[in-house]
C-alpha cells in the first residue's frame, strides 16, 4: 500500500518530475525563471540548459552541409 503512494509509481506511469535549480517546478513562470531544469523519469533523470553536473553545456552540433551536385528537384 505504501509503495503505491510514492511518487515514483507515478512515474512508471509516465509521468516526470521537474526540477528548477534543486527545487520542484510548478509552473511555467518558475521553469523559465530557472538556470537549470531537471527531468525525472522512471529510469532516470536529464538535465536540460545550462550545463550538467559534470560541467557546462556541450556546444550544439554544426548542421551539415547539402552533398555536392545534389540539384534542384523542379
Do not use: N
Not at 18 to 27: A, F, L, P, Y
Amino acid at each position: 500500500m505504501r509503495q503505491t503512494l510514492g511518487y515514483t509509481e507515478t512515474l512508471k506511469r509516465g509521468y516526470a518530475v521537474v526540477r528548477g535549480d534543486g527545487d520542484v517546478v510548478t509552473g511555467v513562470e518558475a521553469a523559465e525563471a530557472a538556470a537549470v531544469l531537471e527531468i525525472e523519469f522512471s529510469d532516470g533523470r536529464v538535465v536540460v540548459g545550462g550545463g550538467t553536473a559534470s560541467g557546462p553545456a556541450p556546444k550544439p552540433k554544426k548542421p551539415k552541409d547539402p552533398p555536392a551536385g545534389q540539384g534542384s528537384l523542379f
